[in-house]
């Protein structure tokens, strides 16, 4: 697939098909992704890949937690937001709300779904060494996206998610990752559900004059 038609049509998927990826298909996904560039060729990403039942077994115990713990999905932010970043947020609710089961609430289902990798057949695990500081976090924001526009060259859906690293000890403990090791983020892996009614949803982007500033000839 052409990167540039890759990067206009990938989507977040947050609805997949019982369908197992082969390890051949998540070598060859994560070998294109640690082609990543990052500081002095550090590739300070380690990954962690965990699948079939184990995946399952892991949701389960992420699942409890977040409603053990009432954590929820959010911005992240130490005050509150500007009205245009809300906006935005809005936005995805209102394109992502119309094609819910009618029984299910926005945030529980992105809570609970993000703490089941949306059903996914894979779930990756993105970690640090505690030992970088937190610049290092751009060449990992860097890696996730090769990974996520590879994924889209090779026919699968992939969604990004934040909300596990709330539950960094129970990750590390089921994956057996050392304690040195941060969870910076999740990702689902596999194949996209065409008939998911989630997965018609289309986020929108802000103009460039929004994010723009332009100085110089």
Not at 103 to 110: S, Y
Not at 135 to 150: K, S
Request: charged share 25%; aromatic share 6%; with cysteine.
């Amino acid at each position: 697939m052409d990167i540039m038609k890759a990067i206009e049509t990938r989507r977040s998927t947050r609805a997949f098909l019982d369908k197992p990826l082969g390890k051949d298909t998540l070598e060859k996904l994560l070998s294109l992704a640690t082609r990543a560039p990052s500081a002095i060729n550090l590739q300070p990403w380690e990954i962690y890949v965990v699948s079939g039942e184990d995946r399952k077994r892991l949701s389960r115990i992420l699942v409890k937690r977040m409603r053990e713990r009432n954590i929820s999905c959010g911005p992240g932010a130490s005050r509150p937001l500007p009205d245009y970043f809300v906006e935005r947020q809005r936005g995805l609710l209102e394109c992502i709300v119309p094609n819910l089961p009618e029984d299910h609430d926005f945030q529980d289902f992105i809570n609970e779904g993000s703490c089941d990798f949306y059903g996914a057949p894979t779930g990756i695990i993105v970690t640090i060494d505690e030992v970088f500081s937190s610049a290092r976090l751009t060449d990992i924001g860097v890696f996730v996206g090769y990974l996520l526009l590879a994924a889209h060259s090779l026919g699968l859906g992939t969604c990004p998610i934040g909300l596990i690293t709330a539950f960094d000890d129970e990750i590390k403990e089921f994956l057996n990752i050392p304690e040195e090791k941060k969870v910076v983020i999740g990702i689902a892996v596999g194949h996209a559900d065409p008939d998911g009614p989630v997965n018609r949803s289309l986020s929108t982007r802000a103009p460039l004059s929004e994010l723009v500033r332009w100085r110089g000839n």
